[in-house]
């Protein structure tokens, strides 16, 4: 015959175990959280990357419309396509030549690597477009100066929009 505890403590062990079992369901995927790049902004940086061309593959050490290299999509955290395995020998140009994945990725670096990088007190689109193009490490360094130009257009372009619309 068992003992009542023991038994007991087996009917709570199972009770916990099926309310600890899997909840990944109501937990938000990590590409879900707050993303802090706007779209304006993403659209912004892939102007000035590659005049958001979505017909660019791999060129070089970079891949697609924003000009990923593979250590920066490894540094994102290896975001992928559905189906596919950060591990598979093409998932980083699979992700990085399709518009969503790739924009995942700058997401993803952003939120390891977004910084105020020109010293105004705030990060913006203009410390984005820095830490894309010169990397999480070297955001204070001088930037190109045809990158930041397309940059500076865009987001003015992109401004008076707003402001044309809101009238």
């Not at 309310?19 to 940086?45: G, K, M, N, R, W």
Request: contains cysteine.
């Amino acid at each position: 015959m068992v003992p009542k505890s023991l038994l007991l403590m087996c009917l709570i062990a199972i009770g916990v175990s099926s309310v600890l079992a899997d909840v990944s369901h109501i937990a938000p995927p990590q590409q879900q959280l707050e993303d802090p790049v706007t779209d304006v902004c993403l659209s912004c940086i892939c102007e000035a990357s590659s005049g958001c061309d979505a017909s660019l593959r791999c060129s070089g050490d970079v891949c697609g419309m924003f000009a990923i290299t593979w250590a920066y999509w490894a540094d994102a955290g290896k975001p992928v396509q559905q189906g596919d395995s950060p591990d598979s020998q093409n998932a980083y140009a699979n992700c990085a030549n399709e518009p969503y994945c790739a924009a995942r990725t700058v997401q993803g670096y952003m939120r390891k690597f977004g910084q105020d990088c020109n010293g105004d007190g705030r990060i913006d689109c203009f410390d984005h477009a820095i830490v894309h193009k010169l990397g999480g490490y070297n955001c204070k360094n001088t930037v190109p100066i045809v990158y930041q130009s397309k940059i500076d257009e865009c987001i003015q372009r992109k401004a008076n929009e707003y402001s044309a619309a809101r009238q």
